[in-house]
């Protein structure tokens, strides 16, 4: 299994940017893919998911309004839109595999309990 993160850099305050996940080697339509966020000294913090098989998404309410999630099943690639950046964003974002039925606890639960894979972190910097 491989999810392979990209798209992270320095932006403005108030910019955007997308990340992508690209997933292969697992039966997407069984899971949900993720993106969790981590500042140094901090926990992981999931930032949304989408159900693979349909495209449902779940979207924490600290980035409520201004993130989206979307797929392209002909790339089994996620992708993290984030607009109106600010510098609390700034972040590695890791996306992540866990069980399609487990998408919308991924505030409530420890990514310890949900993620069965992880990509590698993409650096997010918001800065003037």
């Known amino acids: 299994v491989q999810l392979q993160a990209s798209g992270g850099g320095l932006v403005q305050p108030g910019g955007s940017l997308r990340l992508s996940c690209a997933a292969s080697?697992?039966?997407?339509?069984?899971?949900?893919i993720a993106w969790y966020r981590q500042v140094p000294g901090k926990e992981r913090e999931g930032v949304a998911s989408?159900?693979?098989?349909?495209?449902?998404?779940y979207i924490a309410n600290s980035v409520k309004g201004r993130f989206t999630m979307s797929r392209d099943n002909t790339k089994d690639t996620v992708y993290l839109q984030m607009n109106s950046l600010k510098p609390e964003d700034t972040a590695v974002y890791y996306c992540?595999?866990?069980?399609?039925?487990?998408?919308?606890?991924?505030?409530?639960?420890?990514?310890?309990?949900?993620?069965?894979?992880w990509g590698q972190g993409t650096q997010v910097t918001v800065s003037s």
């Open positions: 992540a595999t866990l069980w399609a039925q487990s998408m919308s606890t991924i505030n409530l639960y420890s990514p310890d309990e949900l993620v069965d894979y």
């Open positions: 989408i159900r693979y098989s349909d495209g449902v998404t």
């Open positions: 080697g697992l039966a997407l339509d069984n899971y949900a």
